[in-house]
Each structure stands twice: as C-alpha cells, then as structure tokens.
C-alpha cells in the first residue's frame, strides 16, 4: 500500500481547485457544484466553502446518485443501492462544476453528465477531481485536478473522507489475486500469489 495525500494535502488541495475554479469562471456568476455520491459529494461541500470563505458568496451545492444511469448497472447488482439525487435548483444557463474523487475510465462522469442533463441545459459542465488516474475508455478529461498519477489497471485508488471513514487519506494499492484450485490425482492444490501455509490436501475415499 502507497499512500499518495494525507490530510493536509487534501485540504491544500480543496483550497487550490475552489481558486482555480472562481478564476477561471470569473467569480462566481451562475457557478453551481453537483458531486457525485458517496464522496464526490462531500468533496463539493468543502469547495462550496471555500469558495464562501474567499468571496463571501454561497453557491449553490447539489448531490447526484448515477446509479440508474451506469452502463454496466445489469453487472453491478440485482437490487442496486438508490441513494438519492438532490439538486434543489434550475441547472438551466448554470455553470456547472461537477466533482468526483477518482477520475478512471470515464463510465462514472458519462452517466452523470447524462443524469444532469435531464434536469436542463447547462451553459457549460465542467469536471474537478481529486485523483486523476489515467486509464480513460471515454474522451473525458478534467478541468481542475488535485493529483495526477500513474497506475496499473490492476491497482485500486481508495479515498478516505472523515466524514465517512473517520480519516483521511488517498492511498493506491494492489488488487488482490483471486485463489485458483487445481484438482490432480485425488489431491487439491491452493495456488497463492504468496506462498501458502497449506500447500496441498489429501482427499481420501470413504470405505
């Protein structure tokens, strides 16, 4: 396990993307954030208050479930968890800034760009994300970034928020490899990506 921001790097973080978003928008006008739940939400509420604490205005602040809008839905489960969409304002003519923690293929931004768009028509979206990680299955980049890093597609980005997990931090670490079991003359052999405490089992036939 590698850990990439504790923190204060969070915090810093927070604090440069809410300035870059206020610049590059000229203030505030019209400016909206939507996060993408379960943390992307809690990432726009931190921007939302530092942009309050710099300009002394309060944008709105929304919360967008995409469930119902992923492309591998049928995939994920049977009876898939509906957290709720909370957009309690007209995104027509806004300027949207939609946030999520980890930027990956793109599927999850497709779909909430698509959900955002049944709401009204935006005058522009724009994306800000803690962790860029490259791997994009969809022309979908970010305009503001908090981190940008390499990994393998066998690598899994975790993000911790207080709010949720009690701590905070970003860390990278490796999928685990899944156990194969090769059956071989009465006997059964675990394959490990380490080496195993019990390499093999005898099965023995019932008199």
Known sequence: MKKLLQETDIKRIITRIAREI????????????????RRGDILAQRIGAEIAECEKVKVPIGALDITLYRDDLQLVS?????????INFDVNNRIIVL????????????????EILDFG??????????IDRGHREL??????????????????????????????????????????????????????SHKPKIEQLKITEKQ
Do not use: C
């Open 22 to 37: 206020v610049e590059r928008n000229k203030g505030t006008k019209d400016l909206a954030l939507i996060g993408i739940k």
């Open 139 to 192: 022309p979908i980049q970010a305009d503001y970034i908090g981190k940008k890093i390499s990994t393998t597609e066998n690598e899994i980005v975790d993000v911790y928020l207080r709010e949720l997990d009690g701590q905070e931090m970003v860390f990278v670490h490796r999928r685990s490899k899944p156990r194969k079991i090769k059956v071989k003359k009465g006997r059964i052999k675990i394959a490990h």
């Open 99 to 114: 946030v999520d923690d980890v930027l990956f293929t793109g599927r999850t931004i497709r779909a909430a760009i698509e």
């Open 121 to 130: 028509r935006p005058r522009k979206i724009q994306l800000a994300v803690l």
């Open 78 to 86: 049977e009876t898939p968890i509906i957290e709720g969409t909370d």
